[in-house]
């Protein structure tokens, strides 16, 4: 099994959550959180002035898919998700292993 977590544009993820909808993803979980990268800070306009905004929005999923189809979803999120531009995101994919559980211990 392997992990997926990428870091995505706020204003992507309803597309990217539509693009899995059919995807073999065993699950999947969304957090919101705050990024610094190769883009620094970002000029942001507030009631006639500029200010720096060091830290900017972003949206990290977790996916955890089978290794046999995790390239599909791998593609996917890249088809839906890069837009070409600095502050696109990430993605990093684990490897994990799924532990056995014996029924006769629950």
Known sequence: MKLITAVIRPY???ELLEALKFAPV???QVQ???GFGRQKNELASYSGG???QAFLPKVELSIWVQNAR????LLSIEKTCRTGRMGDGKILVVDCS??????SSL
């Not at 995790?70 to 979803?73: G, I, K, L």
């Open 32 to 34: 919101e959180v705050k």
């Open 50 to 52: 500029e200010f720096s």
């Open 98 to 103: 799924q532990p056995s559980v014996d029924d």
């Open 70 to 73: 995790f390239e599909e979803v």
């Open 26 to 28: 065993e699950a999947l």
């Open 12 to 14: 992507l993820v309803e």
